[in-house]
């Protein structure tokens, strides 16, 4: 099985800043892309910032300039940085991951979310 493990999330005022985290693991080979979502109430979940096993990276228009994604591949765990929220950042944001197991599978694996709420 693999797991991936959301941390980070939480209540901050609008310009603020907060950093999650996600660490995957259990029978894992190797990881191409992590991602992060984000799903806001009554809205489609949407993708938020993607990267690469070799760092290459992509964001949502608008969290450019704001979000950073990283990701430490030793420890199998991806980062998103994100500076000056706004309230309607406000939403679950999800980790994300495609990789190979060790059974050869390649599979989506998702995390189980983390509240992210930001205060006007």
């Known amino acids: 099985q693999v797991q991936l493990v959301e941390s980070g999330g939480g209540l901050v005022q609008a310009g603020g800043s907060l950093r999650l985290s996600c660490a995957a693991s259990?029978?894992?080979?190797?990881?191409?892309?992590m991602g992060w979502y984000r799903q806001a109430p009554g809205k489609q979940r949407e993708l938020v910032a993607a990267?690469?096993?070799?760092?290459?990276?992509n964001y949502a228009d608008s969290v450019k300039g704001r979000f950073t994604i990283s990701r430490d591949n030793a420890k199998n765990t991806v980062y998103l940085q994100m500076n000056s929220l706004k309230p309607e950042d406000t939403a679950v944001y999800y980790c994300?991951?495609?990789?190979?197991?060790?059974?050869?599978?390649?599979?989506?694996?998702w995390g189980q979310g983390t509240q992210v709420t930001v205060s006007s």
């Open positions: 990267i690469t096993s070799g760092g290459s990276t």
């Open positions: 259990g029978s894992i080979f190797s990881i191409n892309a």
């Open positions: 994300n991951a495609d990789l190979w197991t060790i059974d050869r599978f390649r599979g989506d694996y």
